[in-house]
């Protein structure tokens, strides 16, 4: 399958994204410019992490208004897989593709240390090579994961099971102290209603060997090249 | 002389100066012409107090690509075609004026010099000293530059793989914030800081040029400053997105054979980039102010020349092939424009719309006078090295307590609270993270590693410059050797107060020769560097302070090792000693003379043939997979070495070598001496056999200390101490000190 990697002045996980499909998972990949608009041939948009155009006013909140943008948008409506690592989740919160919003770290510091997330849901097109309940070690790297959504938001999330990931100790208990930046029910990960946008603050695919601390991320991207293929067995079947 | 010594003094130049500028150019230079000189002419751009002393170190190695100190930053061959770039940089003024943009600046400014050369930049390190954190005014600046530091270099998407901290009064007034930044190019990529032949044109790109940072090179980084809120506006502010997209731009713009030369605009702007390049290539530069896009409307071609406004770059294009090289920074969208032109006359020619307003051979601008002042030592230091240590009495408190509170001193504590506001792992190639010896990365596509360190104890130095730069050296190729990495190449950033002094003057020689010294015998050379030199306030210095920066390679990246203790009952083994030694010597300038009886005495000393054989031991246990873990003993001394081991593993070890004679008594310095050339590894016990052979084969000593075992730190009949103690004392240490425990 193929991948689409934005690219936005200031991103800075393209690179990443990049190898970790390509070198590490098998799958081709390609950039996208921010001022492109062609997304024809991919079966998975990648919004990655970075500080686009300076991320200045409220991240993500000039990437939105980018050319790219409304063909992520276009691709998206119909079914496309889209995930958002970082930087592409506020981008997704903000363009409205997912709910909600990222706000600053409760503490105020920026936070880059391992996480421990529990898996809420396995069915996913992002989550089914893991468990419900499983414990997957992951990196963060942000100053605005702060998750934030009303009452009434957050309540309709639990219960259409679009909440994917949360921050939990290594046991899988989710307590204050393993919230690292006071987002909401502990929210690390969520999914559109539809289910075929994932946005996420921690960053899967700088976990993707274990020489650079563990292979969880491949979790994730595995997961989507299933999902794909098993979507693409069923059209041709 | 018609010139008024407030003049002089606002450029730091001497009446001196000013008269040899009259009696080389033939003439007085107009004010234009003289800013140009005032900042040419400054320590901080022509080095006239440090180049003469620089000649000692040698740099002779088949692996440097470029000479030293003749481009932006050192080239280093790793082989396979590659080579890694470095340098390390103070923004030790700026950052004591205005801590955040001081510190986000200086990482803005050493991660251009690295791209300016074709490479991409890799990592990032820090080397910072504050006052004592009791004192609010170094809380406010040591949390400004953390968080300068981070968010800058957060947002470029490089990496901050490492640095060091220490705090003391000697830099109450005058903090140090050095940057390092590492790059990493294939050969044919490499550019050079060079104007290329006549008739090549200048384009500047990146930022527009405002009134900020002008005479910071000859202001703040050359003088010495009595009250600092004067010079805020001397400060410039930084743009870390434009700095990104000018990294990604200007790679891919050094990828066309149209871009001869490519500079950063650092201290003293456009007229030492300009200049610098075309000294580099022996031609002139003729520029005219008004094709420079500005933030400000006004400004005179004095403040356009010297403006240190931030993310510009100067890139020397060959003529008629401009618009392919613009083409890349459209796409980015960052600015670019025709500024002037390389001339045959060897002549810097400044021009506003057409109209001449300056001309200065190049060459006497890049040629400042050199000074060789009095070096005299302070009369006071003899007593202080020759101070009795032995008869020093024992702390009140027990070992155990002792130990703790040397956990949780600033000094020594954890750096986490640091290094998790930092991006470490953006680039994925991190494989040991802050917090270890030394960072190790991978190189992509190889089989390679880079190690990579930061070093300078003030302390040492003090008491003795020439052991404290060997010590500096050998600790830093210590760390890189503790991951089992082959040190390389050195990068130092030179911090000592005003060279006008005797004593001060003393210090920097002395200290570059016992690093020039520990660098040749170490066989890794010095490939660049920076001088910060002015350190002070009020007539009073820094610890001088050499902060070195170490490169080491490892062939297999995945044969490495970190501090942590592995499985229970691994042997711990002391590498370097025949015995635990309880030589009160030992504690000569140690964090623990300091900390428990606030004296800084003593003979700082290190053999450095010992040095060399057992950081070959170290890297050959590493390097054969025999050694399980590896650290280096420093600061605290053995018992804070073992301690900082048993926390990483989250795992105790029964320490029972037999004492030595001595160490009931002088129990402080057997645990917290800070003898050099000193490593703890843990091996399995079928493998101590083969320690023993390879210790033997390097003719180092060694000494069996005790296994790994339980989950307290047990020395001997001194101390018992749960690991859940230590950590908990190593981790609370800089949060406590900064009143915001957790």
């Known amino acids: 399958m193929e991948f689409g990697v934005i690219v936005f002045p200031g991103t800075w996980s393209d690179a990443d994204c990049f190898h970790a499909v390509t070198d590490r998972l098998g799958q081709r990949a390609r950039f996208l410019w921010h001022k492109d608009t062609d997304v024809s041939g991919i079966d998975c948009l990648i919004v990655p992490g970075g500080f686009s155009y300076g991320d200045y006013l409220r991240a993500g909140a000039i990437a939105r208004f980018s050319p790219v943008m409304r063909s992520v948008e276009r691709f998206a409506r119909n079914g496309g897989l889209v995930i958002g690592i970082c930087n592409g989740f506020q981008i997704l919160c903000e363009a409205g593709l997912l709910p909600g919003a990222l706000m600053r770290n409760d503490h105020l510091q920026f936070r880059c240390q391992w996480v421990s997330l529990r898996v809420e849901t396995e069915r996913t097109s992002f989550t089914s090579q893991c468990r419900r309940g499983d414990v997957l070690s992951i990196p963060i790297s942000h100053g605005e994961g702060s998750y934030y959504a009303d009452d009434a938001t957050l309540d309709s999330l639990e219960a259409n099971g679009q909440i994917v990931f949360r921050y939990c100790e290594e046991d899988g208990e989710v307590t204050p102290a393993s919230n690292p930046n006071g987002s909401r029910r502990a929210i690390a990960g969520i999914v559109s209603a539809e289910g075929n946008v994932l946005g996420m603050m921690p960053h899967p695919e700088r976990c993707c060997e274990d020489l650079m601390g563990g292979e969880d991320g491949l979790l994730i991207l595995r997961s989507i090249v299933e999902s794909h293929h098993r979507a693409s067995s069923v059209d041709s079947g | 002389m018609t010139i008024s010594q407030q003049t002089l003094d606002q450029l730091a130049l001497t009446s001196g100066e000013y008269e040899a500028i009259v009696e080389r150019l033939g003439r007085e230079p107009n004010p234009l012409e003289l800013g140009l000189f005032g900042s040419l002419w400054s320590e901080h751009c022509g080095y006239q107090h440090s180049k003469p002393l620089l000649g000692m170190f040698d740099a002779r190695s088949d692996r440097l690509l470029v000479a030293p100190g003749s481009e932006n930053a050192g080239v280093v061959d790793i082989g396979g075609g590659l080579a890694v770039v470095m340098k390390v940089e103070s923004h030790n003024h700026p950052s004591a004026i205005e801590p955040y943009e001081g510190a986000a600046t200086g990482v803005g400014g050493i991660v251009r010099d690295i791209f300016a050369m074709g490479a991409r930049p890799i990592a990032l390190l820090n080397s910072l000293r504050f006052g004592p954190l009791s004192d609010s005014r170094s809380r406010y600046l040591f949390q400004g530059v953390v968080a300068g530091i981070s968010g800058y ?291 992509r596509g190889t089989s390679k590693g880079l190690a990579l360190s930061t070093d300078g104890n003030g302390r040492l130095c003090y008491l003795d410059p020439y052991a404290g730069g060997m010590i500096a050296v050998g600790e830093a190729t210590r760390n890189v050797s503790c991951v089992g990495a082959t040190p390389i190449a050195l990068t130092d950033c030179l911090n000592f107060g005003s060279p006008e002094r005797p004593e001060i003057y003393h210090q920097l020689e002395n200290a570059i020769a016992g690093m020039a010294e520990a660098s040749r015998r170490l066989r890794a050379p010095v490939v660049s560097g920076n001088v910060s030199l002015y350190n002070e306030t009020r007539g009073r210095g820094i610890y001088p302070t050499p902060v070195v920066g170490a490169l080491g390679i490892t062939e297999d990246v995945r044969a490495h090792a970190t501090p942590s203790f592995d499985s229970e009952g691994d042997v711990v083994v002391l590498l370097g000693r025949r015995s635990l030694e309880a030589d009160a010597a030992d504690l000569a300038g140690s964090e623990y003379l300091d900390l428990v009886h606030g004296r800084v005495e003593g003979q700082p000393r290190i053999d450095l043939d010992l040095e060399i054989a057992v950081q070959s031991a170290c890297r050959a246990l590493v390097s054969s997979g025999i050694a399980k873990s590896a650290h280096d003993c420093s600061d605290g001394g053995i018992a804070v070495a073992l301690a900082e081991c048993a926390i990483a593993g989250g795992v105790g070890a029964t320490i029972d070598a037999p004492p030595c004679e001595g160490a009931e008594r002088r129990w402080d310095a057997a645990l917290f001496g800070e003898g050099q050339s000193r490593i703890v590894v843990t091996v399995s016990p079928p493998d101590l056999a083969q320690l023993r052979d390879i210790c033997e084969s390097a003719s180092v000593a060694w000494l069996r200390l005790g296994e790994v075992f339980g989950a307290d730190l047990v020395i001997g009949n001194l101390l018992t101490v749960p690991v859940s103690r230590l950590a908990a004392a190593h981790r609370s240490g800089l949060p406590r000190a900064l009143g915001s425990l957790e």
């Open chain 2, 153 to 443: 270099g957060n947002c470029i998407g490089v990496p901050d793989v490492g640095g060091e901290v220490y705090f003391s009064p000697a830099y109450s007034g005058n903090p140090l914030v050095n940057a390092m930044c590492v790059g990493i190019l294939r050969h044919q990529d490499l550019r050079r800081a060079t104007a290329g032949a006549p008739g090549n044109l200048l384009m500047l790109v990146g930022a527009d040029t405002g009134r900020d940072g002008i005479h910071g090179a000859s202001g703040l980084a050359s003088r010495a400053f009595e009250d600092e809120r004067e010079l805020r506006p001397t400060v410039q502010v930084g743009n870390p997105f434009m700095e990104k997209s000018l990294i990604e731009a200007c790679l891919e713009a050094a990828e066309s054979d149209a871009v001869i030369g490519i500079q950063d605009l650092g201290a003293a702007g456009l007229t030492s980039a300009s200049v610098e390049a075309a000294a580099n290539a022996g031609v002139g530069i003729e520029i005219d102010v008004a094709r420079v896009p500005r933030r400000e409307s006004g400004m005179a071609p004095y403040e356009v020349m010297l403006s240190e406004s931030q993310e510009r770059m100067l890139i020397v294009v060959e003529r008629g092939r401009e618009d392919e090289v613009q083409a890349v920074f459209d796409r980015w969208d960052l600015r670019s424009d025709i500024i002037g032109k390389t001339t045959a006359d060897g002549i810097a020619r400044i021009l506003e719309d057409g109209e001449p307003r300056g001309e200065v051979p190049v060459r006497l601008l890049s040629d400042p006078p050199l000074y060789r002042p009095p070096s005299v030592e302070s009369p006071s230091l003899a007593a202080l090295r020759a101070a009795d240590l032995s008869a020093l009495p024992l702390p009140q408190s027990t070992p155990a307590e002792t130990l703790l509170r040397l956990l949780r001193s600033p000094n020594i504590a954890s750096r986490e609270w640091i290094f998790r506001q930092y991006d470490h792992h953006v680039q994925t190639n991190t494989v040991i993270a802050p917090g270890a010896d030394a960072a190790l990365l991978r190189i």
